[in-house]
C-alpha cells in the first residue's frame, strides 16, 4: 500500500482535533476545579464566620464606643 499525501494529511487532521478535544478538556476541568475551590473556601470561611460570635463583638464594640463618648465628654 501506497502512502500518499492524503495518509498524512488525515493523520495530521486526527492529531490536531485529538489535541483540541484536549486542550478543551483541561480547560473545563481546570474551572470546575477552580469553581469547586471557590465553592469549598466560601463555606469555610461561612463557618469560620458563624463560629466567631459577631454578636459578643459587637456587644464589645458599642460598650467601649460609650467609654469612648464618656471620655470626650470629660475631655470638654
Known amino acids: 500500500m501506497k502512502k500518499g499525501i492524503s495518509y498524512y494529511k488525515d493523520f495530521l487532521i486526527i492529531a490536531g ?3 483540541s478535544f484536549g486542550t478543551i478538556l483541561i480547560g ?11 465553592d469549598d473556601q466560601v463555606r469555610r470561611n461561612t463557618e469560620a464566620i458563624d463560629k466567631a460570635q459577631l454578636e459578643v463583638v459587637v456587644f464589645r464594640l458599642d460598650g467601649i464606643d460609650e467609654k469612648i463618648d464618656l471620655i470626650l465628654e470629660l475631655v470638654k
Do not use: H, V, Y
Not at 473545563?28 to 471557590?38: E, G, I
Open 17 to 19: 482535533f485529538a489535541i
Open 28 to 38: 473545563w476541568s481546570n474551572a470546575r476545579t477552580k469553581r469547586a475551590l471557590t
